[in-house]
């Protein structure tokens, strides 16, 4: 079993322009996940199915199983020291 990092993509521009962001409103929702699976399959499905109302926001959309709408990168042991996920939000101004 592997490590699996899971987020939505940074370069999600065109589904803010359009109004199909499904991490928007910024609550009830998962923004990453870090799952142990055997592959990215099982990790995708793994964090759709502890997902929150990201799932039901855009119909027929799963954005964990998609890859239009998120990451999912496997964590190798190797390298630095690092914090491997953040899921900070600040409150709105």
């Known amino acids: 079993m592997a490590l699996w990092?899971?987020?939505?993509?940074?370069?999600?521009?065109?589904?803010?322009v359009e109004g199909k962001d499904p991490w928007q409103p910024?609550?009830?929702r998962a923004f990453g996940f870090v799952v142990r699976a055997a592959d990215a399959e099982e990790a995708r499905w793994t964090a759709h199915q502890a997902a929150g109302d990201e799932n039901g926001t855009l119909e027929g959309?799963?954005?964990?199983?998609?890859a239009n709408y998120?990451?999912?990168?496997?964590?190798?042991?190797?390298?630095?020291?690092e914090v491997v996920l953040v899921n900070f939000r600040h409150a709105p101004k």
Do not use: H, I, K, Q
């Open 5 to 16: 990092r899971l987020s939505p993509r940074s370069d999600r521009l065109w589904w803010c």
């Open 26 to 28: 910024p609550y009830d």
């Open 61 to 66: 959309v799963s954005p964990w199983l998609d």
């Open 70 to 81: 998120s990451n999912c990168e496997e964590l190798r042991d190797e390298g630095s020291a």
